[in-house]
Every structure is written in structure tokens, then in C-alpha cells.
């Protein structure tokens, strides 16, 4: 073992001490899930108890979860959205107490208008720190390795911009990363000022610089695993000009990054490396797996879609143990998975009241509702939070599944986001953003599109596609402008589309004219499974099952006829299908 990693194990040994009493700790007072659960929503209630919203809704004198289901219905962020932009305005005590301090606002898409701005407290960063000291000494201890050597985590700014009051808004992942003590920051390989730099491209090329420059490597992490290949691929892009910067010590220009940045990244970027940079040039192929050998493993989510990037993972990364770091979201941390290979873990019982809706029951007027100590192992159910940041009964629209108990602590895993928003790439696209987008597009261009559907498509990067009757856009010329202009609405609609659009974690939306009739012969498949009737029936405007694509638009009978293609469009020249006499109905209430 070099000097260097000597050094590196021995100052992470009391960052470690510290947060091996922590899991300790947590893990002794979580043994009664009921018990624990119940623990929190009184803390939780009486931490915000002084808030104008709990006082209106009688939360102040609840004394049990039942009578605290009585006092409210589920809800979503835009029940919550007025409360939060008074927070924003400057008036806290909207939803919060007096002893808990805001901090920022943690930015998602919204699923109707605009983004979501999530209050983060004192209290919310604590419980969410937790979480994370719980996780990753599990991992540290697991793959000892990654103690003498470096970290390299991709985040972003905490502080991309203020409200009017001058909160700061960005990501929770860099408010965690700021707030590091020097002594676990200087085991990261890329400093905080990288997440400064405003253009996606030359962002993860300064990270890039940074962190291959070491070759002490043992662990890789960030929150989608789409986002390694992508810097993966940009690396090999730019092998030549990563590899002379690290030799001379620079930062090449043609990337857009501002001065005080760079005299903030300076003392990293300004050492000269030329041993290192021979041998970067040496290597016969410039992959994450070559340049940095030595690491153990592999930290991002692997549940749901983003499952499907893993194989190319390991292909670039090396067959290593890959660990989900748990279901979480800008409103909070869900699950703590304590192995590699799966991605289901404990409920963070201490940091969230949590409550579930069986999928079965999800949409009824008046769904059962259980708490975590009812979960049943195999069973898919739409997860509620009640959090620090004053949400409660918050639907997330995230579909879980029970896979088991540790003790009496139930596991879940992340299935996918609910039946009508699609999550490729974290991009969180709703049926609303996608119904909204070409509507617009309808009435700016007169187009006569009355019915389509979107669906994700897998490749390389996946994206999305919009299937349209071909009665609608015959040719392929008015289809490419038609998609142009919906992938542009979208990116105006959803910032984390626009953000996975911008830096080519996600492909331009492309459109596909299906024959006349596609639609009807969808309709009758899906009452057929369904066995609903025609007068219940809402056509999809968003199907987010990958399935569906190869299913239905590439089936044996579609696939034979010849395609004509453009940059944006997929333009299938087909026969009109048999027309269905069925009639369409697809502004009514619910899904069949």
C-alpha cells in the first residue's frame, strides 16, 4: 500500500467510528417497527406543529395515526403547492415550526406546473444524513478496499439559484456534499466548485479531469447509472485533451467554464501529472475499468428501468459489485439497502411516517391504506410520505414492493414510477407534461392530431416516441417539425427532461405514424385484459412500459415493412389496419 493510501485509510478511520455508532444505534430502536413508526409521526407532527397548515387541519391535536388519516386526505405536491410558495415568499410558518429552519429548496419536476420546490429543514438534513452514514459504512466495511483510496461522486449545486427571500435551490445531494467535514471531503475526489460550472458538458469534463488524474479509484457512485456511460463515453471523446491537462496542469479552454470557477478549481487542476498522463496514453483502451483499476465497487440505483444500464455498466466499469444506495427522491430517503445485488432495503422507519395504498386499490375513491407493519411480503403497493419538510400523506407516485423482512423491519424495492408518469432517466415525464406539450403544439400549428401516445423506447441513449395515426401526419417533413416542437414543450414543461436532453442522457423525442386504426386495436386489447367497458375507457397518452414498444410498434407484422427515417421522425409507410367500430372515449375519468 502506497504512503498516500496509508494516509487516506487512517484519516477515514473516525468518520468511520462515527458512523458505525450511528448504525449501531439505528438499528437497536427499529426493532418494533410499529412502535418506531409511530415514534416518528409524533416527533414529525410536533416538530411542524406551530406551522399555520397544522394548526388549520387540527394536526396539532392528533394523538394517533388513525386520527391523523381522519384529519387528512392523500395528497399531492400541488396541494401543497400554495403552502410551499408562501415558505418560498419568506412566510416559513406556513408549513413549518419555529425550530425548524429551512435551509433550500431541493428541485423535481412537477407533475403539472413547473417544478417542484421541496422545502429541506435542519431537521429533514439530519434524518437524511443518517441515512446515508447508515448506508454507506455498510458499504465501506463490506469493500474495505475503498478505505485507502479515493471516492468519486457526481453531484450538483445546492445553489443553482435563490428565491426572492434568498433560499437557495438546487439538489440536496450537494447541500449533503458541502456540508462534509474537511477531513471525509478530502476522500472525494472532485471538489464542490465542479458543480458550478453551468453547461452540462463541460461539467462533467472538469469532473472527468479531476478524477482520472488519480488512479487510486475504489469507489464510483451517483444516482443514475445512465449518467456513468454517459462519462464513460465523454471521456473517450476527450482521451487526448483529458490526458495532456493532466500533464501540464490546466483546464482546457474550449470547455465554458467561468473564471471564478477556475480560480476556485485551481489548486487541483494547476498540478502538473505528466507520470500519470504517460500512463493514460499507455492504456490500450480508455475505459473507466482501465483507468481506474483499483476500485471495489460500483454505487447507483438498480431498480426499475434504470436495471436495464447495467449491463453496460459493467462492461465499462468492470464486473464489479454494483450497490443500490435506496429508493429516494428530493422529498426524502425511503429505503436502506443493506447488500449488493438487489435493490430492496430496510424502510428508513426514523426519518418518515410512512403509509402504503395496495396497487389494486390506488385510484378508488376510498383506497385501504396501511401502515408499514401491515406490508405483506409480494406485494406491490403506491408508498405515502409524511415528512420534516411538512408533507403529509404525500404521494410520490412510486410503486414498491414488499420482498421481505429484516426482523420485523419490512424491505421494499423500487418498481417503477406510477401508471402514468415515465422515468427512463430520472426524467419523471407525466401524462399531463406530455398532453399539455402537444396540445400547445395542436394550437400553434393547426395540425389535425386529436390522438396520440408517448412511450420510451430503449437504446443507445433510450428516449421517447410519439406514436400518431398516420390520417393525422401522412408525411415524414410534418411529422419532424410536429416532435421538434412537443421535445421542446416537454423541456420547457420539465426541467429534469431538459436537463437529460441536454447533456444526451436522453435522445430527441422522435415520431412514429402507426396505420389508421392502431388506436382501436389498442382499445380492444386493453378492455379485453381489463374486462372494462368501452364508457370507462381513457386512452393513453403516455404508456411508460418499455414493453410496449417492442410489443405493439415493432411487432412481427409492423417490423416487416420497410421504414422511412429522419433525424426526428420513424415514418411508417403502412396499409391502413381494419378500423375498429368501437367508439373512442378519451376524456373520461379512469383507466380501465
Known amino acids: 500500500m502506497s504512503l498516500v493510501s496509508q494516509v487516506r485509510a487512517i484519516v477515514g478511520a473516525i468518520p468511520r467510528a462515527s458512523a458505525r455508532r450511528t448504525a449501531r444505534r439505528y438499528f437497536s430502536t427499529i426493532a418494533d417497527c410499529r412502535s418506531a413508526q409511530q415514534a416518528t409521526l409524533r416527533r414529525l407532527l410536533e416538530l411542524n406543529a406551530g406551522s399555520r397548515f397544522s394548526r388549520q387541519h387540527g394536526l396539532d391535536r392528533v394523538r394517533s395515526p388513525e386520527e391523523f388519516c381522519q384529519r387528512l386526505p392523500v395528497a399531492t405536491f400541488d396541494d401543497f403547492r400554495p403552502w ?10 406556513a408549513l413549518l415550526g419555529d425550530k425548524n429552519r429551512l435551509l433550500m429548496f431541493s428541485l423535481s419536476s412537477g407533475t403539472t406546473a413547473g417544478s417542484k420546490y421541496i422545502p429541506i429543514t435542519e431537521a429533514f438534513l439530519r434524518d437524511y444524513r443518517r441515512g446515508w452514514q447508515v448506508w454507506g459504512i455498510g458499504t465501506l466495511d463490506a469493500h474495505p478496499g475503498v478505505n485507502s483510496r479515493q471516492i468519486v461522486q457526481i453531484t450538483s449545486d445546492y445553489d443553482r439559484f435563490r428565491t426572492a427571500g434568498g433560499t437557495p435551490c438546487g439538489s440536496i445531494s450537494g447541500l449533503v456534499s458541502a456540508m462534509q467535514m474537511r477531513i471525509v471531503r478530502s476522500m472525494y475526489s472532485i471538489p464542490l466548485a465542479v458543480a458550478k460550472i453551468a453547461d452540462p458538458v463541460a461539467r462533467y469534463y472538469a469532473a472527468l479531469r479531476l478524477s482520472i488524474a488519480d488512479r487510486d479509484v475504489g469507489m464510483v457512485m451517483t444516482a443514475n447509472p445512465g449518467t456513468l456511460i454517459h462519462l464513460a463515453r465523454l471521456a473517450e471523446e476527450h482521451r487526448e485533451t483529458l490526458i495532456r491537462d493532466i500533464a501540464e496542469g490546466t483546464l482546457s479552454d474550449q470547455f465554458p467554464v467561468s473564471a471564478e470557477v477556475r480560480r476556485m478549481l485551481a489548486p487541483q487542476t494547476s498540478r502538473r501529472n505528466p507520470r500519470r498522463a504517460r500512463e493514460l496514453a499507455a492504456l490500450a483502451e480508455f475505459r473507466p475499468r482501465d483507468y481506474w483499476p483499483e476500485t471495489q465497487v460500483v454505487a447507483v440505483w438498480t431498480g426499475g ?30 429505503t436502506i439497502p443493506l447488500e449488493p445485488g438487489t435493490s430492496a432495503g430496510v424502510l428508513d422507519l426514523h426519518s418518515h411516517y410512512f403509509e402504503f395504498i395496495p396497487e389494486r386499490e390506488y385510484g378508488s375513491s376510498s383506497p385501504v391504506v396501511l401502515q408499514a407493519h401491515e406490508l405483506e411480503e ?93 390520417k393525422a401526419l401522412p408525411t415524414s417533413n410534418e411529422m419532424h417539425r410536429f416532435v421538434e416542437e412537443v421535445d421542446r414543450e416537454l423541456q420547457d414543461q420539465n426541467c429534469e427532461y431538459a436537463d437529460k436532453r441536454m447533456t444526451g442522457r436522453l435522445g430527441l423525442l422522435h415520431g412514429k405514424v402507426v396505420p389508421t386504426g392502431f388506436f382501436s386495436e389498442l382499445q380492444i386489447e386493453r378492455l379485453k385484459r381489463s374486462g372494462g367497458t368501452e364508457e370507462q375507457y381513457k386512452h393513453p397518452s403516455l404508456i411508460p412500459n418499455l414493453d410496449f414498444w417492442p410489443q405493439w410498434v415493432e411487432r412481427p407484422a409492423v417490423a416487416a415493412v420497410p421504414l422511412e427515417r429522419t433525424e426526428a421522425a420513424d415514418v411508417l409507410a403502412l396499409p391502413a389496419a381494419a378500423s375498429s367500430t368501437l367508439p373512442m372515449h378519451p376524456n373520461r375519468s379512469r383507466s380501465a
Open 84 to 93: 410551499v410558495e408562501e415558505v418560498k415568499a419568506g412566510r416559513h410558518d
Open 305 to 334: 428501468t434504470t436495471s436495464a444500464y447495467l449491463p453496460s455498466v459493467r462492461r465499462l466499469y468492470g464486473n464489479l459489485p454494483i450497490r443500490d444506495h435506496g429508493l429516494s427522491a428530493s422529498e426524502g430517503r425511503m
Open 378 to 470: 409480494g406485494q406491490r403497493y403506491y408508498i405515502l410520505l409524511t415528512t420534516s419538510s411538512g408533507l403529509y400523506r404525500y404521494d410520490i407516485c412510486d410503486v414498491v414492493r414488499c420482498t421481505g423482512f429484516r426482523g420485523e423491519l419490512p424491505m421494499c424495492e423500487f418498481l417503477h414510477k406510477g401508471a402514468h408518469i415515465g422515468n427512463l432517466t430520472g426524467e419523471k415525464i407525466t401524462e399531463y407534461q406530455v398532453v399539455n406539450a402537444v396540445r400547445r403544439v395542436v394550437e400553434r400549428s393547426h395540425v389535425p392530431v386529436d390522438q396520440f401516445t408517448a412511450c420510451p423506447v430503449w437504446g443507445d441513449p433510450p428516449n421517447y416516441a410519439l406514436l400518431v395515426e398516420e
